[in-house]
T-cell receptor
Framework: GEDVEQSLFLSVREGDSSVINCTYT??????LYWYKQEPGAGLQLLTY?????DMKQDQRLTVLLNKKDKHLSLRIADTQTGDSAIYFC??????????????FGKGTKLSVIP | ETGVTQTPRHLVMGMTNKKSLKCEQH?????MYWYKQSAKKPLELMFV???????ENNSVPSRFSPECPNSSHLFLHLHTLQPEDSALYLC????????????FGPGTRLTVT
């Protein structure tokens, strides 16, 4: 497909782990990003991974990258109610003249049940 | 004030009105962006500016007119909009055009009646 794809909804219980999955389109994307959007706010950069890495861990967040399958995932350990938000996967695509653009998925709405 | 700010936060306008959205970044970045966020659709890139020069216009209708007087300020002038233009308009900035670390403002929620 030509779009960055994510499932639209995920519901987990507080304290469990959340795993948000994404498939992207361009195998030459150098960086892949996860952004978080809380209600009434703009997007906040959460974490990113360089394409030559398989995994990146940052406190409760773990990013896994499978370049062969163009699959990216974000795992949130010990999910809290404050993690309820929309999570966007984004890839960088070359747009010419040394410039890159972000292409976003539609976002996964994470709901955390107390 | 820090980060990326946008005003107004909410705007209701009729189809014959003219209004402007304002974005200001305090991060010393050189690139600025306008995005449109509609329900159930991916974020749509509208315009890109680098060092005040427009580098991208992603087939945006002429009823949207951007203006970038300097690297810190970006405007989106609106006129004769349609109801389907109702959306959240997000401004973002980045150090340059080579990376994806973009910093977003809180957005302007636009309703066209």
């Amino acid at each position: 497909g030509e779009d960055v794809e994510q499932s639209l909804f995920l519901s987990v219980r507080e304290g469990d782990s959340s795993v948000i999955n994404c498939t992207y389109t361009d195998s030459s994307s150098t960086y892949l990003y996860w952004y978080k959007q809380e209600p009434g706010a703009g997007l906040q950069l959460l974490t990113y991974i360089f394409s030559n890495m398989d995994m990146k861990q940052d406190q409760r967040l773990t990013v896994l990258l499978n370049k062969k399958d163009k699959h990216l995932s974000l795992r949130i350990a010990d999910t809290q109610t404050g993690d309820s938000a929309i999570y966007f996967c984004a890839e960088t695509l070359y747009s010419g003249a040394g410039s890159y653009q972000l292409t976003f998925g539609k976002g996964t709405k994470l709901s955390v049940i107390p | 004030e820090t980060g990326v700010t946008q005003t107004p936060r909410h705007l209701v306008m009729g189809m014959t009105n003219k209004k402007s959205l304002k974005c200001e970044q305090h991060l010393g970045h050189n690139a600025m962006y306008w995005y449109k966020q509609s329900a159930k659709k991916p974020l749509e890139l509208m315009f890109v500016y680098n060092f005040k020069e427009q580098t991208e216009n992603n087939s945006v209708p002429s009823r949207f007119s951007p203006e970038c007087p300097n690297s810190s300020h970006l405007f989106l002038h609106l006129h004769t909009l349609q109801p389907e233009d109702s959306a959240l308009y997000l401004c973002a900035s980045s150090r340059n055009l080579q990376g994806g670390e973009q910093y977003f403002g809180p957005g302007t929620r636009l309703t066209v009646t």
